[in-house]
């Protein structure tokens, strides 16, 4: 039995906090810190932002555990949640360094006091071989870090080949070809750490070293490879070298740094806190035992100290922009019922956690016009599956709660309102300037009051739509520029990578204007009903655009549809099905998109690439998108 299986909580524990119990919620939240933090700190290379991640990963799981409908596959959940994070911080990460080109050095140093093999060299008191395979995890290639956290921990028996094929959303025979490429590299650099200190040294390889600047790099690695390859001195070095599989084996996780750790006594030693943990509110007043939470409490443990879900969300950090929003709502999540049970059959065993999601443009047919019936209650959503995953919505009977079920992190309305339409908790809205009439004073206020995201001109190539020359489009956009929300580009319904394309002559003008355009908006119809092909085909569409621009992508409008002069024709829900969980399995894996939506939530005669036919009966399309991350 591996050390995790008895590290994390049993699943007696997880029901009991997945029902209610604020005490159980606590013990499973400090059990869980420990591997958190191995994969995270790991994966993240040491950056001085792991604290955060591991904040925000656990953040999530205290918020989506009342969806978890297996108890038995807490592990394997957590381990992916954690995974996604590190995901979304990569993703966050590459958008900075894509924005402030000039600051790389600020994205990407490291934090020194939290280098991962230093820590795990210093701290788990490595010597011989096995410190140099900790040294030689530096040099390995940014994409493999992640891997590398993974597979690190099965091979000292945290968890197992199979959750780490779930986590990465491979196979367990792709996870092990990635496994064996990486190992290689490993390998390979293995070879340079001891060439590099060996005394006296190779002067060969100390003249093919004379340009390094000491910092361990991918491409500094396959040039020392080389050299120690080839050589006759440095290859002897290496010949005792054994399996790194041997080294690892046995090996515990590494500690927590003393500042979790002291939030986190449970973690540090018992994975399930030797002492009762209740929680009672700061100032409680007279009558509140511990282990209830009066209303506007902050949960603490029976001796007045935090408790541990109240530090994951409040322990004193630097928040991420992405985060300082949501920590009313996860501290929300806790304090209220959070147990609200999923009974969708078709819902995944486990919830994924939330990611940034994409906005939709209006219909292919014109824009739809939303009847005004506000609601004063928002519904309450299942549970959302990703905050990546968005849906173009329009008013129709059921919609509110259509959404909700849908497990949509994010939507929009092909407008900046959304009357007749409640947003469920934990949603986000996302406005949208449709076309040059709505750049009025008043859309515009409404626009920057809806949030930080800002969707523009709606397919502006085309005369049904936004229907707007280039030049009127750069003329309007210092407006939308003005209202300081982050800026999708105009939506074409087509060839937005061509040469001297609508986009492309767009994002020039922008570009020699100064114009400030924060990421690419795109809509995308594939015409072939074969689910690989069309994948391929988006996929191919995703890459071109992002070569060009080098900017975050949204995919606002996509689904199966072929137009045909004038006419629309639609697979079957089968193939549409099949296709919409192949392409969000894909989108998954492109860093660069950062949101999606599905076109759209109703499924009328007319759009039957819909997902709900009412509030509550979801297509054959709708269960794969309540699926889909």
């Known amino acids: 039995m591996s050390s995790a299986g008895r590290a994390l909580p049993d699943v007696g524990l997880v029901v009991a906090a997945r029902q209610g119990d604020r005490r159980a919620l606590d013990d499973v939240a400090a059990a869980s810190l420990p591997l958190v933090y191995n994969i995270v700190g790991r994966a993240l290379r040491g950056h001085a932002d792991v604290d955060d991640v591991v904040q925000e990963t656990l953040i999530r799981v205290i918020r989506h555990l009342p969806a978890l409908n297996d108890p038995a596959a807490y592990r394997s959940w957590l381990v992916a949640i954690t995974i996604r994070q590190v995901r979304d911080w990569e993703q966050r990460r590459r958008v900075a360094l894509n924005r402030d080109a000039g600051l790389d050095a600020i994205h990407n140093v490291p934090d020194p006091a939290s280098d991962f093999a230093g820590m795990t060299i210093l701290r788990l008191g490595l010597t011989g071989q096995r410190r140099e395979v900790a040294e030689a995890t530096r040099w390995l290639d940014p994409d493999d870090q992640e891997l590398l956290s993974l597979w690190w921990l099965e091979e000292t028996g945290e968890i197992t080949r199979d959750e780490v094929a779930d986590a990465l959303g491979l196979s367990p025979g792709h996870v092990a070809v990635r496994i064996h490429r990486m190992k290689e590299q490993i390998q390979s650099a293995r070879g340079v750490v001891r060439a590099l200190g060996a005394r006296p040294g190779c ?54 740094p003393a500042g979790l750790s002291a939030h986190f006594p449970g973690a540090a030693a018992s994975p399930v806190g030797a002492e009762a943990v209740g929680y009672q509110s700061a100032g409680t007043p007279a009558g509140h035992a511990a282990g209830q939470t009066p209303a506007g409490g902050v949960p603490t443990d029976a001796g007045g100290g935090p408790s541990a879900v109240d530090l994951a969300v409040h322990r004193p950090r630097g928040l991420l922009p992405s985060l300082a929003a949501g920590v009313a709502a996860a501290v929300a999540a806790i304090t209220l019922a959070v147990v609200i049970q999923p009974e969708d059959p078709v819902a995944p065993s486990w919830a994924a956690p939330p990611s940034a999601g994409p906005t939709a443009v209006a219909s292919p047919s014109g824009a739809p016009t939303p009847s005004a019936r506000p609601s004063s209650k928002a519904p309450v959503a299942p549970a959302v599956s990703s905050a990546r995953k968005g849906v173009g919505v329009w008013d129709f009977a059921g919609a509110s709660q259509a959404l909700a079920n849908s497990k949509a992190g994010w939507y929009y309305t092909w407008g900046t309102q959304h009357p007749g339409i409640s947003t469920p908790r934990g949603v986000t809205f996302v406005p949208m300037i449709r076309g040059a009439e ?7 206020a409404r626009a920057r009051a809806a949030g930080p995201d800002l969707l523009t001109f709606n397919e502006p190539d085309l005369p049904e739509q936004a229907d707007m020359s280039v030049e009127q489009a750069l003329d309007l956009w210092p407006r939308l520029m003005a209202t300081g929300s982050r800026l999708g580009s105009p939506a074409v319904a087509w060839g937005a990578p061509d040469p001297q394309g609508w986009l492309d002559r767009f994002m020039t003008g922008a570009q020699a204007r100064g114009h400030r355009v924060d990421f690419v908006t795109l809509h995308w119809f ?61 989108l998954g894996r492109l860093p660069y998109v950062q949101r999606y939506a599905w076109f759209g939530l109703p499924a009328t005669d007319k759009d039957r690439s819909g997902l ?3 509030g509550t009966e979801a297509t054959v399309v709708g269960r794969a998108f309540q699926a889909a991350r």
């Not at 690989?532 to 606002?556: E, G």
């Not at 137009?563 to 969000?584: H, I, K, N």
Request: glycine residues 6%; aromatic residues 10%; hydrophobic residues 45%.
């Open 203 to 256: 002067p060969d390889l100390r003249a093919v070293a004379a340009g390094w600047d000491g910092t361990p790099r991918p491409l500094w690695r396959k040039r020392l490879a080389r050299h120690v390859r080839d050589c006759a001195f440095c290859g002897r070095l290496g010949s005792t070298l054994l399996p790194i599989d041997r080294l690892l084996a046995g090996l515990p996780m590494l500690p927590l």
């Open 438 to 444: 709505n750049v009025t004073a008043t859309e515009l």
């Open 526 to 586: 594939g015409a072939d009903f074969t689910s690989a092909t069309a994948v391929d085909q988006l996929r191919q569409y995703l890459q071109a655009v992002y070569q060009r621009y080098r900017k975050p992508i949204w995919l606002t409008e996509f689904a199966l549809i072929r137009f045909d002069g004038g006419r629309q024709q639609f697979p079957s829900q089968e193939q549409q099905a099949a296709f919409l969980t192949a392409a969000t399995a894909m």
């Open 612 to 614: 709900f036919t009412n």
